[in-house]
């Protein structure tokens, strides 16, 4: 029995013995750190003591707030030592990048299983895996507005949820209903963040090209997120150009008569698609103002430009030279000067600018062409003139004894028809009839009425004279003191309220180009100035000048 204790306590002591002389494995520290964007991170075990032995231990994570397959890769592997090794030893624990902007987050890795060798006092370590976001890149907004004399607009990209590390993208324009070079200039390029940055800017050039038009449109994108930065949904937008100019003429599409002889501005095609609808025409808009569909009226145009629109027996003839854009509260109306021009307002706030036009002019042409006179002109304030000489000019002498052209070649006949034409009376032949003026303070005057063939029927249209420049004799006749209330009445006649009572003057068919001669080394000086009795009833007429250098006399009618 004695025996068998001795040999228990010996194999004891051995065995304390030999537990004495193993190795220790511990992780090197208690914590490790990492960033989720890099990945492996290495975890280090050491080996300590006597190393005589070969040894094995186990390495197993797991969760803390990080979570196995969205944070890290999970991990269970065995490290080994050979008898005599004390070299450490590794784990490599891979770091996932979730995406997310978060806090940091901690995971543990514990040893276990060991055999040969002993585990010392650090069996658990602590990783944290700190958050690394590239971050998401998309512009700041959808659409990005500019106005047209703006210069350039500044487009901002935004980084968000992140911004580690440097990373770019590339950007760039495209056309849209505003194309390059005439609305802007094109642009590509990349945009850099460098760590921290979470905004850059391009500039995009536009052009002020002083034309009236819709506001345009430019296309932006972005492409191609580099250095581990995510694509955000914003990748397009519209940076929208914003029209500063109100006439649209420029842009618009013409109809330009070509009749031989006849030299006229070119006219308006209402029949062009519009620019703020492209499924409706100028035409449809003007044929939706209330003034129309309420009466049942259409509007139509000739292919020669003249707008008609047909109230009852009479018939309005006008013809649109420019169109500009108006406040889009201006209700959509046709509206009428008193000298029978106008404006239309359609529903999409443009306007056109008309004036009164001749249903019929081949066949003041063709009466002009018997008296030698084949050439006319359309002004663009709408009075048709007609140049008295139309043969070689005239030459004289000046005082010096230089040739020059006398300045009556330029002399021209200046008649406005009137907006509306009727049914010719009866017995009248298609032609140019010449009438008594109705006024009998004028008893040499005369007025003018065209009588024409249309469908079936004959029509007429009266020409009488007029200002050459309508608005320059209102002007002039309003800075007199006391005067008040100008309007344009029939044939020829402006009447005006002077001190509370009526006055009339009457515009001569003629009008001249103004003597050079008179104001040699000086400025023209324009406006009424007095004339001398020209119709004989005692009382001193006017004559104007006007800006462009003509000059036409009026007759003043005493008042009754």
Not at 367 to 372: E, R
Request: a negative charge.
């Amino acid at each position: 029995m004695l025996h068998l204790l001795r040999q228990v306590s010996f194999f004891v002591l051995l065995s304390v013995c030999l537990s004495a002389q193993a190795g220790v494995l511990e992780f090197t520290a208690t914590t490790f750190s990492g960033v989720e964007a890099t990945s492996p991170m290495t975890i280090t075990v050491r080996r300590t003591g006597v190393v005589t032995a070969a040894a094995t231990v186990v390495v197993k994570s797991a969760d803390a707030t990080a979570s196995a397959g969205a944070d890290y890769t999970a991990v269970t592997t065995t490290l080994r030592w050979a008898a005599g090794d004390a070299a450490d030893k590794t784990v490599s624990l891979a770091l996932l990048d979730d995406r997310v902007g978060e806090a940091s987050e901690t995971l543990t890795l514990s040893l276990s299983e060991v055999t040969g060798d002993t585990i010392g006092s650090n069996t658990q370590t602590t990783v944290t895996i700190a958050d690394f976001e590239q971050g998401t890149l998309q512009f700041s907004a959808t659409d990005y507005q500019v106005a047209e004399n703006g210069g350039s607009a500044t487009i901002t990209v935004t980084r968000s949820v992140g911004s580690n590390g440097a990373v770019t993208i590339n950007y760039a324009t495209a056309n849209r209903t505003a194309t390059a070079p005439d609305h802007y200039q094109t642009k590509t390029g990349t945009l850099t963040f460098a760590e921290g940055i979470t905004s850059q800017t391009f500039a995009v050039t536009v052009v002020d090209n002083s034309l009236g038009q819709v506001d345009k449109t430019i296309g932006l994108t972005l492409t191609t997120p580099g250095g581990g930065a995510l694509a955000g949904e914003r990748l397009t937008a519209t940076l929208t150009i914003l029209n500063d100019d109100v006439d649209f003429t420029a842009g618009l599409t013409k109809i330009t008569p070509t009749r031989t002889g006849v030299t006229q501005a070119a006219v308006i095609n209402l029949s062009q698609p519009s620019p703020f609808n492209s499924k409706s025409s100028f035409l449809q808009a003007v044929n939706r103002i209330p003034e129309l569909t309420i009466t049942a009226l259409t509007a139509a145009q000739s292919t020669a430009g003249i707008v008609t629109i047909p109230v009852g027996e009479a018939t309005f003839h006008l013809y649109p030279y420019n169109g500009t854009k108006v406040s889009a509260s201006t209700t959509p109306a046709i509206f009428m000067n008193t000298d029978s021009s106008g404006r239309i307002v359609t529903d999409e706030g443009l306007q056109f600018s008309f004036q009164p036009a001749l249903a019929a002019i081949d066949v003041l042409q063709t009466q002009l062409t018997a008296m030698q006179m084949p050439k006319l002109t359309v002004t663009e304030h709408g009075n048709i003139t007609v140049q008295r000489n139309q043969g070689t000019p005239q030459l004289d002498l000046d005082s010096s004894g230089k040739l020059v052209i006398n300045n009556t070649f330029y002399d021209r006949f200046n008649v406005r028809p009137a907006i509306v034409s009727m049914p010719a009376t009866s017995g009248s032949t298609v032609g140019l009839h010449m009438h008594a003026h109705p006024d009998a303070a004028l008893p040499k005057e005369i007025y003018l009425r065209i009588v024409y063939s249309s469908g079936n029927q004959l029509r007429q249209q009266l020409l009488t004279s007029a200002p050459a420049i309508a608005d320059e004799l209102t002007a002039g006749l309003l800075t007199l003191e006391g005067v008040s209330n100008v309007r344009f009445e029939d044939f020829g006649m402006i009447a005006f309220t002077f001190n509370g009572r009526k006055h009339r003057v009457y515009a001569d068919f003629m009008v001249r180009r103004v003597n050079p001669t008179s104001y040699a080394g000086q400025t023209l000086r324009t406006g009424m100035f007095s004339l001398s009795d020209v119709n004989g009833d005692g009382r001193d007429d006017f004559r104007m000048v006007y800006s462009n250098g003509d000059e036409q006399n009026f007759i003043y009618l005493i008042p009754n």
